[in-house]
């Protein structure tokens, strides 16, 4: 029998781990554990399956399980920021504070220590609100007083906000998305950083589906991504998941191989624009027929079109509940996924759209994929 060469090899664990993201990202978690298991088994000195692994299993609130994972990864990559937050979280959800404290101190160490600090007070800021500390609390100030020097923006204020109302004791609010964008010229470019703040549509909107977005993350809830009860999803869905990204190459996420070049995506991982003359009425009108002939191209073109139409006048939970139509068709689809990302921060999901651009950053690095990793870079941009 022919021994199987190290090339060979990784492939295989490309392919096992990529294969976990696909099914992350469309919510099965079983799935996914089974795949991050055989990437494991395939190179067990990586983090990376473990880190997927633990994500996929707090999604699942096994907080337990997904702690063990996270701190395999990290006894491999004590600087897995991916791993750090991870246990963090599951710390935290198991009520051990003064744990979690310390593990999003260490996180905020990471962050700061290479220039992310919107992030670090962001992890700093949760520190202090697991576990009360002197040192802790100069520490979140230290980080405060460097952010407003650096001129952050929108999301870099935020992070400020959040930071300062903990320092003075107060309730913090919901992680809001900025104003709404204002139309310019002919054509209206819908944001790729953060889109305006959800306003709950009326009993009358029109909108693909019917009723809106859930008020809870499909996270949160534990379900996957919906489709609409109206869409006529093909059987077969189209290819194998993909990404988009920066306007510089964002770096490999730790442990994996740099990637060389492959097929570029089509130019729909463009920021969507959205001409002033078009109507809700008619861009409601369009995807609808395009859904009633069930073809996928078209169907989630339409559809993302109308989502980005609701996005600009500050309708999320209909853009979302379009989105959710068009996984139904599509469920690869980077620009459907890009979007989708943009909208839970807009709707103030910060952590379910971290959790989606990382993921959708991970297959794109695993094929090689350049458009796709700039695109994603570009979206992260926007909200560092």
């Keep these: 029998m022919t021994p199987v060469t190290s090339d060979e090899l990784y492939e295989l664990y490309k392919d096992a781990l990529k294969r976990g993201h696909v099914a992350s990202l469309r919510g099965e978690m079983d799935e996914a554990l089974v795949c991050y298991a055989e990437a494991a088994r395939i190179a067990p000195e990586r983090s990376t399956p ?19 994972h996270y701190d395999v990864a990290l ?23 003064g744990e ?44 405060i ?15 400020l906000e959040r930071a300062l109302q903990v320092l003075d004791g107060q309730a913090v609010p919901p992680l809001k998305g900025g104003p709404a964008p ?13 889109l305006p703040s959800a306003t709950a549509p009326g009993a009358n909107s029109p909108m693909i589906g019917g009723s809106g977005a859930p008020a809870t993350p499909p996270a949160a809830a534990g379900v996957a991504e919906p489709a609409s009860s109206v869409t006529k999803a093909p059987t077969t869905p189209a290819g194998p998941a993909t990404t988009p990204g920066p306007a510089a190459p964002a770096p490999a996420p730790q442990g994996e191989a740099t990637p060389v070049p492959g097929q570029p995506y089509a130019a729909s991982l463009e ?22 002939l069930g073809i996928p191209a078209p169907a989630v073109d339409a559809l993302l079109d109308l989502a980005a139409l609701h996005a600009r006048d500050g309708r999320i939970d209909a853009a979302l509940d379009a989105c959710y139509s068009a996984v139904g068709f599509d469920p690869d689809s980077v620009a459907l996924h890009l979007m989708l990302a943009q909208l839970y921060a807009g709707r103030g999901w910060a952590t379910l759209a971290d959790d989606k651009l990382r993921l959708l950053e991970r297959l794109a690095h695993l ?18």
């Design 50 to 68: 473990h880190s997927s692994a633990g994500t996929a299993l707090l999604r699942r609130k096994r907080p337990v399980d997904a702690l063990r």
């Design 75 to 97: 006894a491999m990559a004590p600087r897995d920021e991916a791993a750090l937050l991870g246990r963090a979280q599951a710390l935290a959800a198991l009520e051990r504070r």
């Design 100 to 143: 979690a404290a310390d593990a999003f101190d260490a996180l905020a160490e990471i962050q700061a220590g290479i220039g992310r600090l919107a992030d670090a007070v962001d992890a700093a800021r949760r520190g202090l609100e697991m576990a009360e500390g002197r040192e802790r609390r100069r520490t979140l100030e230290r980080l």
């Design 145 to 159: 007083t460097k952010l407003r020097v650096s001129e952050p923006d929108e999301p870099g204020r935020l992070a």
């Design 182 to 194: 204002t139309p310019s010229s002919a054509a209206t470019t819908v944001p790729a950083a953060v």
């Design 271 to 292: 920021p969507r624009v959205v001409d002033d003359g078009a109507t809700l009425a008619e861009l409601t009108a369009r995807a609808e027929a395009a859904v009633d």
């Design 367 to 384: 094929d090689g994929d350049r458009v796709a990793i700039a695109a994603i870079a570009g979206v992260r941009s926007e909200r560092d």
